[in-house]
């Protein structure tokens, strides 16, 4: 099994431009996350899907969209880039989301707006 | 606001145990505590976890003090793959936060 698949690896963006930032997983995972990890710095939480069709927002989710057509995909779009948006994005899966269960990470996409 | 303070980098040597500090005063009696490993350029990585007891697993073992305002990661024999930076979590009740600290970056000397 792949796991959890983010792509691009790396991204250099203008300010105002628009990217999507793609994370999918084949693991039939039902909660799907993502965050953000500013340099020396723990994940903080910027959106999360409890399934196809069902999203919220997390603890930072300015300037970003999600959507969740499928189980298996779960994009995040950043619209009108900002330097404060510089960062290193992280998908995550898990099964039922209960808080003793453990999450999958993706390799993360690094994302530089200047 | 509930948070976690770890050591912000510890050394030990190749084939020694190693225990990895937590402090988590803030607790409530329904937050489990997890432990995630991060490698350079790479996401992060379940370790473990646990709300009351102790818990062993094939990676770690995880100590938790009685009243949980603190936690030790224990590696039992620790190897240069497992140099890393070691986070300690806070899952909490609400929302599916997790709250991060900094991380305790660990270096492993041949």
């Known amino acids: 099994n792949a796991g959890v698949t983010q792509t691009p690896k790396f991204r250099i963006l203008k300010i105002g431009q628009s990217m999507t930032l793609q994370c999918a997983q084949d693991m039939n995972h039902n909660y799907m996350y993502w965050y953000r990890q500013d340099p020396g710095m723990g994940l903080k939480l910027i959106y999360y899907?409890?399934?196809?069709?069902?999203?919220d927002k997390g603890e930072v989710p300015n300037g970003y969209n999600v959507s969740r057509s499928t189980t298996e995909d779960f994009p995040l779009r950043l619209e009108l880039a900002a330097p404060s948006q510089t960062s290193v994005y992280f998908c995550?899966?898990?099964?039922?989301?209960?808080?003793?269960?453990?999450?999958?990470f993706g390799s993360g996409t690094q994302l530089s707006v200047l | 606001d509930a948070k976690t303070t770890q050591p912000n980098s510890m050394e030990s040597n190749e084939e020694e145990p190693v225990h990895l500090p937590c402090n988590h005063s803030t607790i409530s009696g329904t937050d489990y505590i997890h432990w995630y490993r991060q490698l350079p350029s790479q996401g992060p990585e379940y370790v473990i976890h646990?709300?009351?007891?102790?818990v062993n697993n094939r990676m770690a073992s995880l100590a938790i003090a009685e009243d949980r305002k603190s936690s030790t990661l224990i590696l039992h024999r620790a190897t240069l793959r497992d140099a890393a930076v070691y986070y300690c979590?806070?899952?909490?009740?609400?929302?599916?936060?997790?709250?991060w600290g900094a991380g305790t970056k660990l270096i492993i000397k041949p």
């Open positions: 979590i806070l899952n909490l009740d609400s929302n599916y936060q997790l709250i």
């Open positions: 899907s409890v399934g196809a069709g069902i999203t």
């Open positions: 646990g709300l009351t007891s102790n």
């Open positions: 995550a899966s898990s099964y039922t989301g209960a808080r003793y269960e453990k999450l999958f």
